[in-house]
């Protein structure tokens, strides 16, 4: 399929056409080819003007805590109440093959057959904070394609995964009622992005849940006093971070969870925070975008090229240090 025909399909094709021409565009848009690069530039700037309508759901949490549990019980009720949700989750990568065995869709086996969902799992490739390279592209032939519901769910691997944060409307983690002691709810990194800390699997254990709940409310309400200034609790025109309990496994919490969502939509609307928060995340994709070509079109540089080689043997080898040898290599780009 065409880039012309790829964008007829998703904006305009019936249901079996639409999902092959996102499957195929974000394929495109992952694809490291040079060529494929700019038939997805492309494509992706004739979708742009149909983007941006959706809500942006990030979901992050450790191994085990329950996520795609969670976004399954959750798809399947938006579903049933007219939304049509997309889920891109990020699956680890084999750091010796590559390749990852995309598990989520297997574990959503209900919302994966649900005709208003659409599941794309995709390789993390070694991308660092629990999100795919192209993941932001995805979501915008996703919300192209008439998703009012874009669901991240992250790789899960921990502390340092808040790349879902600059790509979201809001961010939410899933926490275990026992995962350790105190210090754990207030870990900085990932519970200070937090817009929603949900406790999942609270059924095993209620009182732990409950001492969880009260750890992370008062951690979170001790990073917000040191934050920005206008957060103030008693400002009620901001979203002040929450904490609540689920099982999602059983589909309680659920319904509260989704008016939590809701109601950050409108004060984030309505204060303008949504807005200026999405001009915030374009304009670090750009960087972040102009960072790795500029990384790559420096690897691929005919001097750096020659040189690299020897340079490199005499840092293995101890007789140049590594810095100054990075300060030649740059040199030898600019001067070419």
């Known amino acids: 399929m065409t880039p012309e025909q790829l964008q007829e399909g998703i904006l305009h094709g019936n249901a079996a056409v639409q999902r092959r021409a996102m499957a195929k565009a974000i394929t495109l848009l992952e694809s490291t080819r040079s060529d494929h690069r700019t038939l997805a530039d492309g494509l992706l700037t004739a979708l742009l003007p149909y983007t941006g309508k959706a809500l942006r759901l990030g979901i992050s949490g450790v191994p085990g805590v329950g996520k795609s549990t969670f976004i399954e019980t959750l798809g399947m009720q938006l579903t049933a109440q007219g939304h049509r949700v997309a889920v891109l989750a990020i699956d680890p990568s084999s750091t010796v093959s590559g390749g990852s065995i995309l598990g ?40 192209a394609a008439g998703y009012d519901v874009v669901i991240v769910e992250t790789v899960g691997v921990g502390q340092s995964e808040i790349a879902v944060h600059g790509m979201t409307d ?11 002691d105190d210090l754990q709810a207030i870990k900085k990194g990932v519970m200070e992005r ?10 095993i254990d209620p009182h732990a ?20 200034p206008d957060n103030a609790s008693h400002n009620e025109q901001l979203w002040q971070p929450k904490v609540l309990q689920m099982s999602a496994l ?14 950050f939509q409108m004060l984030q609307t309505r204060n303008g925070r949504l807005k200026q928060r999405r001009e915030q995340q374009s304009l670090a994709w750009m960087w972040e975008r ?12 005919p001097k750096v090229q020659a040189l690299l080689p020897d340079i490199q043997a005499d840092v293995v080898a101890g007789r140049l240090p590594a810095s100054t040898a990075a300060r030649q290599l740059l040199n030898a780009q600019m001067d070419g």
């Open 104 to 143: 989520d869709k297997t574990r959503m086996e209900h919302l994966s057959v649900n005709p208003n969902a659409y599941i794309r799992p995709s390789p993390s490739s070694g991308t660092l904070g629990g999100v795919a390279e192209k993941t932001r592209e995805a979501m915008l032939v996703c919300e």
């Open 170 to 180: 809001m961010y939410c983690v899933l926490q275990l009622p026992n995962a350790g």
């Open 194 to 203: 937090a817009d929603l800390v949900v406790i999942n699997k609270a059924d």
């Open 209 to 228: 849940a409950t001492r969880a709940e009260a750890q992370i409310t008062s951690s979170l309400r001790l990073l917000g006093m040191h934050g920005n």
């Open 250 to 263: 059983k589909g309680e919490g659920v319904e509260r969870f989704w008016q939590m969502v809701q109601r």
């Open 290 to 301: 102009i960072d790795a070509g500029l990384k790559q079109a420096f690897k691929q540089h």
